[in-house]
């Protein structure tokens, strides 16, 4: 309704409280969730590119969430929470997150894929997109090609 024109002498003073409280409201809601973003996304050494990447999102569309330009729909904030592993009333205590139906939800991608090999039945193939430490790494490699001096 918000968006439809309305004849601005029928509000009355009441209504016209009502939406700049909703307003305001609406505006610190947005200023508490771009604070808690770029809170966490500092705490996490992650990039914004990557956050985005796991919660199913554009970067830019993260980026507008994080600067506060744009009010994040719930599912796709319910993503972002995942990422961080934090609860999603965490970044927005107000809105009602028992109500996010489950196919709007954004699953974030998975770390990994195994798949039947094409050369051989006895093998898989495994797909990893992860980011790990560089000790970690360098066992994986060693695991997956043993024969690398």
Do not use: C
Request: aromatic share 6%; net charge negative.
């Amino acid at each position: 309704m918000q968006d439809e024109p309305f004849d601005i002498d029928s509000i009355s003073a009441a209504e016209w409280k009502t939406m700049i409280e909703k307003m305001e409201s609406d505006e610190e809601l947005l200023k508490h969730i771009s604070f808690k973003l770029t809170q966490l996304t500092k705490r996490s050494g992650l990039t914004q590119a990557e956050i985005a990447r796991r919660a199913g999102l554009q970067r830019d569309a993260y980026g507008r969430y994080m600067l506060g330009k744009t009010m994040p729909p719930p599912h796709k904030l319910a993503a972002i929470a995942r990422v961080f592993g934090v609860d999603v009333t965490e970044l927005d205590p107000v809105r009602d997150y028992k109500t996010v139906e489950n196919d709007e939800e954004v699953e974030a991608p998975q770390a990994f894929r195994i798949t039947p090999s094409p050369k051989s039945s006895e093998m898989v193939r495994l797909q990893l997109d992860v980011d790990l430490p560089l000790d970690v790494a360098a066992q994986v490699m060693g695991l997956v090609n043993p024969h690398r001096d």
